[in-house]
């Protein structure tokens, strides 16, 4: 089996010109597999052997190992794909895991900064300090431009057009777009472009590198931001993808139709973009429900905290914060 697994990685870069990232995640869905089934039988089996039941004890203790809904469709999805190959190739007759159904996703909304908290972390790290100017350009970039870590950093000089305000970026698929860069984050690039001690890669000057001049990868990047995390005190849960999230949320609520958050966003459906719908909702609902002279639910129970019968219904919750709330005042799509 190993030894088809190697041959579908090959045809993923090869023949899909799949992203290294793509390849990695395909690579350890598959090998865990393996790992898996040579546990059970002492031995890696070849493909042709491997069952439908065998990929159901497979799913089922990933289940009992607690991972994800959405962790496990994953890689049934890598199993689908790897299976459908060697259908192709002829080292399977039929495909195993076909008959096998994602579990029904859990749907939860992404974790968000408000536009104070946003202007908080980006104003973390110090100026007076090499590092810190390269990670308040990242911060800035991060947030302007609505970005994912993986097409931050592979962000070149060559990528850039300052003077309009542009970055060209490679999104999921290699699908290139271009994306806007407010006056906050051009101003922080240039600041650290004059900083920065950059070694070529391939000929290409990467904008983003460590301290040893090399690009900066996106495990550096998160720990660069559980750094500013305990030194701000904001949420613990937020990661480099919650500054896209803040992006896009941000957006929503300041007006901007979805169809232009989802090109900005880069995403090939709607749907992926909708999910910021419902966080913008449920904002407008907060404010609705605290405002509103009759927000009241059937039965007569008062949402906002009033007390119906001595018990305490719905405690107040702060308002989400728009756009212009900050301090700062400024727009997400000017940083």
């Given at each position: ?5 190697q ?9 899909r ?25 002492g ?9 439908s039941?065998?990929?159901?004890g ?28 060697g ?23 992404p974790h968000?900064?408000?536009t ?13 300090d090499?590092?810190?100017?390269r990670?308040?350009?990242i911060f800035e970039?991060l ?5 994912r870590?993986?097409?931050?950093v592979g962000?070149?000089d060559?990528?850039?057009d ?5 970055v060209?970026v490679?999104g ?8 806007p ?7 922080a ?9 950059a070694?070529?890669?391939n000929g290409?000057?990467p904008?983003f ?5 090399k690009?900066?990868?996106?495990r ?8 500013y995390?305990?030194?701000t005190?904001?949420?613990?849960r ?15 609520d300041?007006g ?10 880069g995403?090939k459906s ?15 609902k ?8 009759r927000a ?22 702060a308002?989400?914060?728009g756009?212009?709330?900050s301090t ?6 000017n940083r």
């Open positions: 089996m190993l030894e088809a697994i041959r579908f990685l090959t045809y993923l870069k090869v023949e010109n799949s992203s290294d990232y793509t390849i990695k995640s395909y690579k350890e869905d598959l090998t865990s597999l393996a790992e898996f089934l040579a546990e059970d039988d031995r890696t089996p070849e493909p042709q052997q491997i069952t039941l065998d990929l159901r497979y799913v089922a203790a990933l289940h009992e190992a607690g991972y994800a809904k959405s962790s496990i469709s994953r890689r049934l999805a890598s199993l689908r794909s790897f299976f459908r190959f259908q192709r190739e002829g080292l399977v007759d039929s495909n195993p895991a076909k008959p096998l159904k994602n579990p029904r996703p859990e749907r939860k909304l968000f900064l408000t104070d908290e946003i202007g908080k972390l980006l104003q973390a790290p110090p100026l007076d090499t590092m810190g100017t990670d308040r350009a970039v947030y302007s431009a609505g970005l870590v993986s097409e931050l962000i070149n060559s990528s850039l300052l003077e309009d305000g542009y060209r490679a999921k698929g290699k699908r290139e777009r271009l994306a860069l407010g006056s906050f984050a051009i101003k690039i240039r600041k650290w472009q004059r900083q920065r001690r070694k070529t890669e290409k000057m904008l590198v460590n301290k040893f001049g690009r900066i990868t996106t550096s990047i998160g720990r660069m931001v559980e750094k995390l305990m030194v005190g904001l949420d613990l937020t990661s480099p993808h919650t500054l896209r999230h803040s992006f896009a949320t941000h957006l929503l300041a901007a139709d979805i169809r232009s958050v989802q090109e900005l966003l995403h709607l749907v992926t973009t909708q999910i910021y719908t419902h966080v913008s909702t449920a904002g407008l907060d404010i609705y429900e605290k405002a509103h002279p009241k639910l059937v039965g007569g129970k008062k949402i906002g905290g009033k007390k119906i019968g001595g018990k305490k219904i719905g405690a107040k919750k308002p989400i914060q756009p212009r709330s700062s005042q400024q727009n997400p799509a």
